[in-house]
């Protein structure tokens, strides 16, 4: 079914979405707030890119420390735009009258538990390479690529099951 015959419905947010949705905006509220507060104390170079052990592999101006908080802004305002038009994103099954909630939801709360943990992600990845070049110790490991793809990758194969078992 093409996106343009899909009901489009107005979903209402349960307390996991506003929870979802708040945690996400204060955490990018308290990236810029420490990001903000450490600034002065930073060095003119710091390291902008780590190995996968941790350690730092490239340096550059303390003003790229700006960047980061910058994407996961936009990452933030882009997941909870693209939560109030489920009826434009893909589906696994056919979406009717009768599932459409049902999906919608399952859809939209993908997004927020993203967005989550981006957010969560990110802002260990500031505050690491804050505290990294104020110390010259990395709080950065090699455990931290694979905590980053098990969080993307576990929500999305969960809710896909789950959409998959809507129609069942």
């Known amino acids: 079914m093409e996106s343009g015959t899909r009901p489009m419905i107005v ?34 170079i710091i390291p902008i890119h780590f190995d996968l052990s941790g350690s730092p592999d490239g340096y550059g101006s303390r003003n790229t420390i ?15 735009t693209l939560a109030k038009y ?11 009258e009768d599932n459409a909630v049902k999906h919608y939801k399952s859809s939209v709360k993908l997004l ?8 969560v992600l990110f802002c ?25 793809l098990i969080s993307m990758i576990v929500p999305t194969i969960y809710m896909t099951v789950t959409s998959m078992r809507i129609n069942k």
Request: charged share 10%.
């Open 11 to 44: 979903l209402k947010k349960s307390k996991l979405d506003f929870f979802l949705q708040y945690s996400s905006f204060s955490i990018v509220l308290f990236m810029w707030s420490y990001t903000s507060y450490y600034f002065n104390a930073l060095p003119r």
């Open 66 to 80: 700006w960047i980061l908080p910058g994407i996961v802004t936009g990452i933030v305002f882009l997941f909870n």
């Open 86 to 96: 489920p009826h434009k994103f893909n589906y696994i099954s056919k979406i009717n």
């Open 112 to 119: 927020r538990i993203l967005s989550l943990n981006i957010s």
């Open 124 to 148: 260990y990845i500031i505050v690491s390479e804050i505290q990294g070049a104020i110390s010259n110790h990395s709080m950065l490991g090699w455990w931290f690529i694979p905590l980053l």
